[in-house]
């Protein structure tokens, strides 16, 4: 694969970001209240989640017909391709329905079993983030890194349940992590919380059960920031696992030990 093509399918996945995100900015703009879709009151899906996704999948099928897409409210389109767009059209709905501006568009690119593209976009913030696999990560158009702290004392944490609707395992991770941070915050969007370890806004991001298309663009981010990420068991990322630790790398290992001890005990 020669290396000029990710970028062409990089710079693909910024103009639909910007274009969804300029959509969900209408929607987040408008004094109409916004309504649940789903039948499922727990699983909170607007018309701008399914809108947003419409002209992602439409605009990716349009240009890549061959390609597969994994994303949220539509699920896998199966073409047994090498490629896979993964996308989420609104990660934050939560927020995005509160008006708390921490939402954002989430699209990555999977070649085989690799992440090679990332770009997460937050509308309201003007935050574009952007990764090609060996290329560095960036926030508006400049290199971003992870942060220097290797002190967990000095570390600050983000972290959700992602899916996990039981949360049991969220707060006792709450319990055993923040006595020993300066702070362990959720912001309600993966792709934001993820993007933060990549631009040294937070030292680490712990999940448990989070969907790969919340996280998928996050951690070729993190990755290429100069970070690491593994699960709970310190093994690499793959489409199956989903308790995840993103981090600056420096406070990785410490970080893994307490939250098998916390989850353990
Ligand atoms: C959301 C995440 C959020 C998590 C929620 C949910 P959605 O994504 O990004 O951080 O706590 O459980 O998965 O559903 O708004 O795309």
Redesign the pocket.
């Known amino acids: 694969m020669k290396e000029y093509e990710w970028n062409e399918y990089k710079d693909h996945a910024i103009e639909i970001a910007k274009k969804a995100g300029s959509l969900l900015l209408d929607g987040f703009s408008s004094t109409t209240s916004i309504s649940n879709q789903s039948s499922d009151p727990r699983h909170?899906v607007t018309r701008f989640d399914l809108e947003s996704e419409k002209l992602i999948i439409d605009s990716i099928r349009k240009k890549y017909p061959e390609h597969n897409i994994l994303s949220?409210e539509t699920g896998f389109i199966n073409n047994q391709s090498h490629y896979t767009w993964i996308v989420?059209p609104?990660?934050?709905?939560?927020n995005f329905v509160s008006k708390n501006p921490f939402?954002s568009v989430s699209i990555a690119l999977l070649y085989k079993r690799d992440i090679v593209v990332g770009v997460i976009y937050a509308p309201v913030l003007d935050e574009l983030y952007t990764t090609e696999k060996g290329k560095g990560a960036f926030l508006n158009g400049h290199r971003v890194s992870v942060s220097e702290v290797r002190d967990i004392k000095k570390s600050f944490i983000v972290s959700?349940?992602?899916?996990d609707k039981r949360i049991t395992r969220s707060v006792r991770l709450f319990q055993g992590i923040r006595p020993l941070v300066i702070d362990m915050r959720?912001?309600?969007?993966?792709?934001i919380?993820s993007a933060w370890v990549a631009s040294g806004r937070a030292e680490a991001y712990v999940v448990t059960k989070?969907?790969p298309?919340?996280i998928a663009a996050g951690i070729l981010l993190v990755e290429e920031a100069g970070g690491r990420v593994t699960d709970f068991r310190g093994k690499k990322w793959n489409l199956k696992r989903s308790d995840l630790i993103l981090s600056n790398g420096k406070i990785h290992e410490l970080l893994l030990s307490i939250v098998n001890r916390t989850l353990n005990e």
Not at 90 to 94: K, Q, V, W
Not at 160 to 163: D, K, M, P, V
Request: glycine fraction near 12%; hydrophobic fraction near 35%.
């Open positions: 909170l949220e989420d609104l990660d934050g709905t939560r939402f959700c349940e992602g899916s959720k912001l309600g969007s993966a792709a919380e989070i969907n298309w919340d």
